[in-house]
Structure formats: structure tokens, C-alpha cells
Nanobody
Framework: WPLVESGGGLVQPGGSLRLSCAGS????????IGWSRQAPGKGREAVSCTLGDGTSYYSDSVAGRFTISRDNAKNTVYLNLNNLKPEDTGHYYC???????????????????????WGQGTQVAVSS
């Protein structure tokens, strides 16, 4: 089922944003949900992944600054972006993997595994 991202915008360095990823299907808590980003002229980078029970994984580039959370009752996953830096600028996407477990999410943030398809994304720009 499709996912819809929202919450992007323009923010100054050091600022914060909250991105949302809303799904419309059933059994949302069976899905691992992940976030990736792509900066202009660069490849896609997975930044975070969460299991159905809320266990979270982060790439080294965002650990300690970004927080992923989910509300399974609302079929929504959130990504809180804190202490933003200009290099965080990019298009942010979310994706879902049915039955994705710890091995899958670990691989995603390490760049060895990936989701099958991503949403349309939301733009984040960090600039003074």
C-alpha cells in the first residue's frame, strides 16, 4: 500500500523538523518502516529504520540527532530531525517492508539492504 510523506520545509542550521510517513493499509505493525534521503547530485542514503515494535536503527550520520517513532494505531511513522545541518538537505522518503526484522533494518542503515520502493518524498532544506 502507498505511503505519503509530509512535514518537510526550510529550516536554519540547528533547527528541527518532524517528518511524517502515513500508510493506508492493514497490519501496519507487521511492517518495518524506513527513511532515506537523497541530496542533489548524490545517491540515496538510508538514515533510519524501525521495526513493528518500535525498535529503531540509525545511520552513523544521523545517530543522536534524528529520532524515529511510530504510532501503529494511526498507521504513521515519524522522523524527528534535530540539530539540523546544511548537509541534511535533501529529499526524504519513507518505505515499508512486510515482516522486516532486525537483520533487515540493520542492513538498511548500514547500506547493505534496501527497501523495494519508496514514496514520493518530502523536501528538507537547511540553510541560513
Amino acid at each position: 500500500w502507498p505511503l505519503v510523506e509530509s512535514g518537510g520545509g526550510l529550516v536554519q542550521p540547528g533547527g528541527s523538523l518532524r517528518l511524517s510517513c502515513a500508510g493506508s493499509g492493514s497490519l501496519f505493525d507487521h511492517y518495518a518502516i524506513g527513511w532515506s534521503r537523497q541530496a542533489p547530485g548524490k545517491g540515496r542514503e538510508a538514515v533510519s529504520c524501525t521495526l513493528g515494535d518500535g525498535t529503531s536503527y540509525y545511520s552513523d550520520s544521523v545517530a543522536g540527532r534524528f529520532t524515529i517513532s511510530r504510532d501503529n494505531a494511526k498507521n504513521t511513522v515519524y522522523l524527528n530531525l534535530n540539530n539540523l545541518k546544511p548537509e541534511d538537505t535533501g529529499h526524504y522518503y519513507c518505505a515499508a517492508e512486510n515482516g522486516g526484522g532486525p537483520f533487515f533494518c540493520s542492513g538498511v542503515v548500514q547500506g547493505t539492504l534496501t527497501f523495494g520502493s519508496w514514496g514520493q518524498g518530502t523536501q528538507v532544506a537547511v540553510s541560513s
